[in-house]
């Protein structure tokens, strides 16, 4: 069966500083890959998926991700992060079935909670 | 254009009492999903609806249940409340439910039972 890791439940970092959110998958199978942000008192927001093609996928506010299928991970990074980035953050799997796989198949990560310090 | 919506924002409610939630899905949006996010638990999937009908349901107990509307805005029903039915209960929307369309969150609904 899938499962879903984020070995850290919390990550302090400085203002401007690199990031490096971990994530680690277990599954037999190909796979989806998702990563969902969460800010303070709000539902989950996308950031950035991977179906297929390139392996580094990136979002419109600067984090990139990238599927190491050898490692099987997808791990989330930005250069440089904001107080603004200040969230919950988390990584999601699920079996690919092409193109009528459903999100009912995805199963989140416990999340990694981000808290940039001033 | 309008997000998906939910009310309440929030609620209280005492054990074996029976609660309903509510959801609007972002316009032209088939379906909906109903998450259960406990604390510390992350994400469960609890219930999913397309096109009026139930197309899958979570590990969740069948006092949890819900329905869509032709309009395909969608209510969750959770019976005989328990304690550790407190959490933020999400729901979201997307195009025909798969993945390779966009998925919409809305912003939760806080239960507390006490």
């Known amino acids: 069966a899938q499962s879903v890791t984020q070995l850290d439940s919390q990550v302090p970092v400085f203002e401007e500083a690199p990031v490096e959110l971990r994530c680690n998958y277990s599954s037999s199978v190909s796979v989806y890959l998702f990563w969902y942000v969460q800010y303070p008192n709000q539902g989950l927001q996308l950031l950035l998926k991977?179906?297929?093609?390139?392996?580094l996928v990136e979002s419109i506010n600067g984090f990139e991700a990238e599927f190491n299928k050898s490692q099987t991970s997808f791990h989330l990074r930005k250069p440089s992060v904001h107080i603004s980035d200040t969230a919950e953050y988390f990584c999601?799997?699920?079996?690919?079935?092409?193109?009528?796989?459903?999100?009912?198949?995805?199963?989140f990560g416990p999340g990694t909670s981000l808290s940039v310090i001033p | 254009e309008a997000g998906v919506t939910q009310s309440p924002t929030h609620l209280i409610k005492t054990r074996g009492q029976q609660v309903t939630l509510r959801c609007s899905p972002i316009s032209g949006h088939t379906s909906v999903y109903w998450y259960q996010q406990a604390l510390g638990l992350g994400l469960q999937f609890l219930l999913w609806?397309?096109?009026?009908?139930?197309?899958n349901r979570g590990n969740f107990p069948p006092r949890f249940s819900g329905r869509q509307f032709p309009n395909y805005s969608s209510e969750l029903n959770v019976n005989a409340l328990e304690l550790e039915d407190s959490a933020l209960y999400l729901c979201?929307?997307?195009?025909?439910?798969?993945?390779?369309?966009?998925?919409?969150f809305g912003p939760g609904t806080r239960l507390t039972v006490t």
């Open positions: 999601a799997v699920c079996e690919s079935r092409g193109a009528k796989t459903s999100y009912d198949k995805v199963i």
């Open positions: 609806y397309d096109e009026g009908e139930e197309r």
């Open positions: 979201a929307s997307s195009r025909q439910g798969l993945v390779s369309y966009e998925q919409y």
């Open positions: 991977y179906l297929s093609g390139s392996t």
